[in-house]
């Protein structure tokens, strides 16, 4: 059916995790809460500071609830640059570089220099149509990275994701 190969790189590890913590839909929900409860903790510090008169503990308080609010987004992604940092010195990315990928009827089969693993498509979760790649969920943290730049063209790229979309269950 379809056969793949193709490397994958930091950039894409990073665009994964950039996606999953902040391009979903459910993150969104959750950052626009935090920012919600941050603003309103940021009010009450505020009215308090007034209320009860300067205070530099209240003033901290105040000021890391705002930077929190406007800058979570900023915080995830350094965070996640210095997580895979810290793998890669320690030799411990959790993917393979290079990939070959092979969709059959029934399952998939992905082999890099890690692991080889074969997936029936009713295992996974969900499809994602990424900003650079396609996902192939198969846990609620996993998944299999499918980069762009795997495919000729934009149209080899939309076949590819209609023929697995019609393979994965609907949920």
Known sequence: MYTLSFSLTDADYFEFNRHHHLGKASSGKFIRAM???MLVMAGIVAFLTYVVGFRADLIIICTVALVLVFGYDRLVLILLKLQISGLKKKGKLPYGKNVQM????????EVNE???SITKYTALERVV???EAIYLYIGAMQASIIPFSAFETEKDNDD????IISKTPSR
């Open 35 to 37: 920012r919600v409860i």
């Open 102 to 109: 092979q969709f059959d009827e029934e399952t998939y089969t």
């Open 114 to 116: 890690l692991n080889e």
């Open 129 to 131: 149509k990424g900003r």
């Open 160 to 163: 590819f994701l209609a023929f």
